[in-house]
């Protein structure tokens, strides 16, 4: 019995560190941006080689931006129009990026993060009007904004799974204690 207690409380454990481990770094992402992304690209510091990359986790989904990141040139022989359109502007094919889903994950969340604090700042300074214009409401960025509450809704979902895991575990293992004490 108390080898069935020993290995309930371990795998409580592994499933609380497994399920905290999911949610993205935006300080990793910005070391990657750092180390990957400053030679060709800024963040609301105009264009270099590449184009400037404020607002664009709001002008493109996620899935649209792994795919051109991990690899732009593939996806411009898929036909893809807006790779297309990036390509021609900038006439310079951005080199395939070889990131873990981990790494890509905290890019994306620190892309996020900074133009959420790019809005807040404009909001703040009274600047609204600027970044609507800068950042359309299409159908596109509608379906952005909710991907974006998934994404919240995916991590409250693990914290949650893992409390209730870990109070079912918390649970059996006093019961088995009031057991044997029959």
């Known amino acids: 019995m108390s080898q069935s207690i020993s290995l309930s409380l371990f795998l409580a454990v592994m499933l609380l560190f497994n399920s905290t481990g999911w949610a993205a770094d935006a300080t990793v992402g910005e070391q990657i941006f750092q180390q990957r992304c400053t030679a060709c690209h800024t963040i609301g510091k105009g264009r270099l080689v590449g184009p400037d990359l404020q607002g664009v986790t709001a002008r493109r989904s996620e899935a649209w931006l792994v795919k051109f990141i991990r690899n732009s040139q593939a996806l411009i022989q898929e036909g893809d129009e807006e790779a297309k359109k990036v390509f021609e502007e900038f006439k310079v094919p951005m080199p395939p990026q070889d990131l873990t889903d981990a790494q890509m994950a905290d890019l994306l969340a620190f892309l996020k993060q ?3 604090a790019a809005t807040a700042a404009a909001s703040s300074a009274g600047e609204q009007d600027a970044v609507a214009a800068e950042w359309p409401r299409s159908e596109e960025a509608m379906a952005k904004a909710a991907m974006l509450k998934s994404s919240s ?21 006093v019961i088995s204690g009031l057991s044997r004490g029959r």
Request: net charge negative.
């Open 114 to 116: 900074h133009e959420e």
């Open 153 to 173: 809704f995916h991590t409250l979902f693990w914290v949650v799974t893992t409390g209730v895991v870990l109070i079912y575990f918390g649970l059996a293992f």
